[in-house]
Nanobody
Framework: QVQIVESGGGLVQPGESLRLSCVAS????????MGWYRQAPGKERELVAQ???????YYGDPAKDRFTISLDYGRNTVYLQMSNLKPEDTATYLC???????????????WGQGTQVTVSE
């Protein structure tokens, strides 16, 4: 069984930085890609950033120029370095991973429970 666990959220002031981490664990054959989404109250979930196992990255509009995604494939861990945070970045940040398992030989997206990021004075 695969587990996705996020960490690193918290309360910060505008302009500060945070680094989120997400670890995939359990029985798996390969991780194809990992990514971060976010969801604020009353809003739809939106893509923040994705990274493939080959290191190809894609950033959604919220992340461009301020966030950096990176992957430690050996540790099954993806990071999201966020800088110059703004109040509008306040949201629950969720990690997902496309993972090949016995039950999902072509891959399957597994989700974590999320970590809260609050940006406020």
């Amino acid at each position: 069984q695969v587990q996705i666990v996020e960490s690193g959220g918290g309360l910060v002031q505008p302009g500060e930085s945070l680094r989120l981490s997400c670890v995939a664990s359990g029985s798996m054959f390969a991780i194809y890609n990992m990514g971060w989404y976010r969801q604020a109250p009353g809003k739809e979930r939106e893509l923040v950033a994705q990274i493939s196992n080959g290191g190809t990255t894609y950033y959604g509009d919220p992340a461009k120029d301020r966030f950096t995604i990176s992957l430690d494939y050996g540790r099954n861990t993806v990071y999201l370095q966020m800088s110059n945070l703004k109040p509008e970045d306040t949201a629950t940040y969720l990690c997902n991973a496309d993972i090949e398992t016995t039950d999902y030989p072509s891959g399957h997206y597994f989700w974590g429970q999320g970590t809260q990021v609050t940006v406020s004075e």
